[in-house]
């Protein structure tokens, strides 16, 4: 079965660079989350959205702003990268907004 | 208070013993509760959903809901060094999941 995607997988930026995050959903889910795992912490909720608006907002800095297409796939655009922004960053999709969570493999960022 | 509190651990449990993991939560108007398996460096892996108070068996995973005691509970029985892991436990309320800080589960062989 199709899983969640997310690109690229790894990344590397210096400090103050730009990095843009890919999520893919599964087909016919609706509902993109995305979230923010630091090392030995749980997953931060930063932002999700259904039917292509926005429909949650958690944890994110006003430096980062998210989007969903037409296709359904999301972009996290994370600017002016600090050293605090390293972690990892799954995307999550579901069919609706209750329903089961499937999760990306993730997006390990290292900010230097 | 966090909104979703499970025990750090780590919980440490021989080989083929019953393994009990808990989790309270603080909204009284959460809809949905998930119980996430995550080995170090990979996403978070679906064991159980629950939507309901009661019990819902599949395999050896057992998840215990109570919504008047905000609680929600995974048993694993016959536990295997393979799962050794962090368990988290997530609960969704309109569009917003919000996870626990996971309990983390050493199976001795």
């Known amino acids: 079965a199709a899983g969640v995607i997310q690109s690229p997988r790894h990344l590397i930026k210096e400090k103050r660079e730009t990095a843009t995050l890919k999520c893919y959903p599964i087909p016919r889910h609706d509902t993109v989350y995305w979230y923010q795992q630091g090392p030995g912490q749980d997953p931060q909720f930063l932002i999700s959205f259904y039917e292509k608006m926005q429909s949650d907002k958690g944890s994110i800095p006003d430096r980062f702003s998210a989007q969903q297409f037409s296709d359904y796939h999301s972009e996290l655009n994370m600017s002016s990268l600090e050293l605090g922004d390293s972690a990892l960053y799954f995307c999550?999709?579901?069919?609706?907004?209750?329903?089961?969570?499937?999760f990306g493999p993730g997006t390990r960022l290292l900010v230097l | 208070q966090k909104e979703v509190e499970q025990n750090s651990g780590p919980l440490s449990v021989p080989e083929g013993a019953i393994a009990s993991l808990n989790c309270t939560y603080s909204?009284?108007?959460?809809?949905?509760f998930f119980w996430y398996r995550q080995y170090s460096g990979k996403s978070p892996e679906l064991i159980m959903s629950?939507?309901?108070?009661g019990d819902k068996e599949d395999g050896r995973f057992t998840a215990q809901l109570n919504k008047a005691s905000q609680y929600v509970s995974l048993l694993i029985r016959d536990s295997q060094p393979s799962d050794s892991a962090t368990y988290l436990c997530?609960?969704?309320?309109?569009?917003?999941?919000?996870f626990g800080a996971g309990t983390r589960l050493f199976v001795k062989a």
């Open positions: 909204d009284r108007g959460s809809q949905s």
């Open positions: 999550a999709s579901s069919s609706g907004g209750v329903e089961t969570q499937y």
């Open positions: 997530a609960v969704t309320g309109g569009f917003k999941t919000i």
């Open positions: 629950i939507y309901s108070n």
